[in-house]
């Protein structure tokens, strides 16, 4: 344990962030391609969250992770905890897809898909709204309490309330049957720990969109910290150009810089006031940036006022910012998608060749064997049939590899409900004649009712030794 | 960071994240034994456990206890690793004042 450890903090950080209150950030308003892709991406995803949750598909909740019941349903596909191997890999691949396009073009993740994004940027929107662009906003803050300002600080937080709780309502309508949930709340008949949940999404969505903002990223994202370590020098990021811009100046508008003596950057801070998390983008790439790009929409909009080319602050590379040339192809990125192509195979040619039922067979622990009359030889074993589908299914006892071994028990069709684990006593009877030594079978469990629904499983057949 | 800091200003905003760093990570960790755990257990199965403590609850009162035990676990961790962390003796320190950063 040393001092070096908390002496490589930046010095601004310790100064404004781990010890004092943090100084609220007024992001002012961007227009450009950067903040079009951005609205475009909040309104795709959150119309994906807010829409999907009512999604019927064959006569139940499209997509349901249904907890109560102890079974997902993802559209004609119903999962049970025996799928858990699914959720795993899906994990693996979110990881690896996040490495991937991290290595790619920096962090795409944290500018355009992150719910810490997405939702501040909708609450920013209902805060523009009510209480107006950044500098109004400001001035409010800074005005004493008018009935102005209660009816806008009012108005924006009872639409940032409201909003937070049917974000939570819909993200438990993910875990539990919406259209019942909907209607237990409108009742008032709600249990006590959906309520819980409801609450506490709630609680999440509007302390973080509407308050810690970019101090999620920059205080609470893990990912904020290590993804740095996927970076390299062909990685995008948004840097500016110092080459080009400095040294700074502000200059009449029209006119040309370098016979002044200055660079292209005018110093206007316009780059600074549109940050969501107060960096300045001219002093390096810092971990703080979460690449949303505003800063670039922000430049280009003065640079074409300036009459200057595009592009002071861009999406850029280390080694293109240094004149080298830049590469797509290297071996991280093979690697990487390498290893995403593998997982996303195993996934698919899992789900696709899956079959919704499981046999286990155990045979029977106390008896090698029974002498039946008739000089027959009889086993006994203990059968699990789990019907993973999400309808009943009847099945078929067959059993091949020896001649003349015949099924005794069940006598019948085995009957399944869905999801259901059901525990079978199973006999087998050969003749005497032909039972001697141990023999390796085959069970086959197929069902009657649905063709392609199989599964074999192998095991063994004893009889006197002879 | 130590007990001998100046008191009072610079005290509370410390404190603050001291609670942050309690139930933040164990937040998360909690939702990750969460997700494990009950892929493979049953809470429903939880009633017939132990001294008969989860006698009374359902399957989704299973998820929530089951929850808040590992987020408390999680807290307690994460609480003794910041106490320990900010009651350590540095090099440096004299008397319980560590000497300020360079």
Redesign the interface.
Known sequence: MSTPRLASLPAAESASGFYAAATKIYPRETRGRFARLRQAAVVVLLGLFYGIAWLEWDGHQALLFDLPARKFHIFGLTLWPQDFLYLALLLIIAALSLFFFTALAGRLWCGYACPQTVWTELFVWIEQWTEGPRHRRMKLDRGPWTTEKLLRKGSKQLLWLALAAYTGFTFVGYFTPIRTLGTQIATLSIGPWAAFWIFLYSLATYGNAGFLREQVCKYMCPYARFQSAMFDKDTLIISYDEARGEPRGARRRGSAARPQGLGDCIDCTLCVQVCPTGIDIRKGLQYECIACGACIDACDDVMDKMGTARGLIRYTTEHALHGKPTYVLRTRMLVYAALLALGTGALFYSLFTRTPLILDVIRDRNALYREARGDHIENAYTLKVINLDDRPHRYRLAVSGMDELEVLAPAGLIEAAPGSVNTIAARLQAPGAAAGGVHHITLTLAAVDAPGIAVHEKTRFIGPQS | ?STGAPPSR?RR??RG?DI?LVL?PSF?AACGAS?LF???I?PALLRNVGPRLFAGLD???G??VGFLFFWGIGAIASALSVYLIRT?Q???DADGV??E??
């Open positions: 960071m610079s905003p410390e994240l942050a933040w998360l997700l009950f892929a493979a049953d399957r989704e009162a998820y929530a350590a540095r090099p440096g560590r000497a950063p360079p």
